[in-house]
């Protein structure tokens, strides 16, 4: 297949560029500062050349917007908005201008746009949209409106011959330096890496050979259209998260953070809280009815090839 990946420099890119790219797929990342073969330049904001590249590919992986890894300022949440939405704009604008447009477009989205609960988990039938609840930051609503923006973006796109799937993602789980397995297992290693808040808010995740297969069962299954969770079926409270993370790396203990702690190491991050204290109960309901079968369901045993990959691999492998 001919792959088009708008904002495939990230984390998630370059796992579907090294693994789409080894299974003999024809990939093109489009980026604002192209480096190396296969990559094309664009702003994610205006038509260019660069849609070129969309007229007559299979499929289109638009992971384009600005990392949610930094400080939720309103300059950065801003960002966050515009960047996701007028990229998906575009996209759709050349798939639209398209004399061959691809057969389907799938679009990052985030598993951020379900409520914060701790009662039951979110699938896409039965799943609460956030925004509305009660006792929670008040800038937390507005990462729910950039995710329902993004998909909107998406579903306005006039694109009749191209299928839509919104891919509501969890956090992706990968060996890869930078990344936010990476992050987690240094605090591990450091002793820090015990509950948070208390530890009661879920944690939803995907390990990257699912999310890899997931996009490959979204591409080819002419079904399946709108938003789709990609998660893994067993999320878990942080602190059972962090004590099967801790296990899987022969660290027997992690020092509880209380939430002001959070705040204060997420500011040395230059992260958010957010990222910690959102409880993501996220299942992927749409996924399992249609078949999909995963390879790392649970977190304990996912945590463990994690580790032996992370060690075992040298950095640039995993780049």
Wanted: with cysteine; hydrophobic share 45%; proline share 6%.
């Amino acid at each position: 297949m001919r792959i088009v990946i708008p904002g495939g420099t990230g984390q998630v890119g370059t796992i579907l560029n090294r693994t789409l790219g080894a299974a003999g797929h024809e990939i093109t990342i489009l980026t604002r500062r192209p480096r190396r073969e296969g990559e094309v330049g664009w702003d994610g904001a205006t038509l260019g050349r660069w849609a070129e590249t969309i007229d007559g590919c299979d499929v289109v992986v638009n992971l384009a917007g600005r990392s949610v890894n930094c400080r939720y300022t309103p300059a950065n949440l801003r960002a966050m908005m515009d960047s996701r939405v007028r990229s998906a704009e575009v996209v759709g604008e050349a798939i639209e201008a398209a004399a061959r447009p691809p057969r389907v477009w799938l679009q990052m989205s985030t598993a951020t746009i379900y409520t914060h609960r701790f009662d039951a988990p979110n699938d896409e039938a039965t799943g609460e949209i956030g925004g509305a609840e009660a006792g929670v930051p008040a800038y937390w609503a507005y990462s729910v409106e950039i995710a329902k923006a993004w998909e909107r973006a998406q579903e306005a796109a006039r694109t009749p011959h191209t299928r839509k799937v919104a891919l509501r993602s969890a956090m992706v789980m990968s060996p890869d330096r930078g990344g936010v397995f990476d992050v987690l297992s240094r605090l591990a290693r450091l002793g820090l890496g015990g509950p948070v808040a208390g530890g009661a808010q879920y944690v939803s995740w995907i390990h990257e050979r699912d999310f890899v297969h997931a996009v490959e069962f979204l591409a080819e299954r002419d079904d399946l259209a709108g938003p789709v969770n990609l998660a893994a079926p067993g999320p878990l409270p942080q602190r059972a998260f962090m004590r099967a993370l801790r296990a899987a790396s022969g660290i027997p203990v992690g020092l509880p953070a209380t939430r002001w702690m959070a705040e204060i190491g997420a500011f040395a991050m230059r992260s958010d809280t957010e990222l910690l204290l959102k409880s993501r109960r996220v299942i992927p309901g749409r996924l399992v009815d249609a078949g999909f079968a995963f390879g790392h369901p649970e977190w304990p045993k996912a945590a463990g090839d994690l580790v032996r990959r992370l060690r075992a691999e040298p950095a640039d492998a995993l780049r």
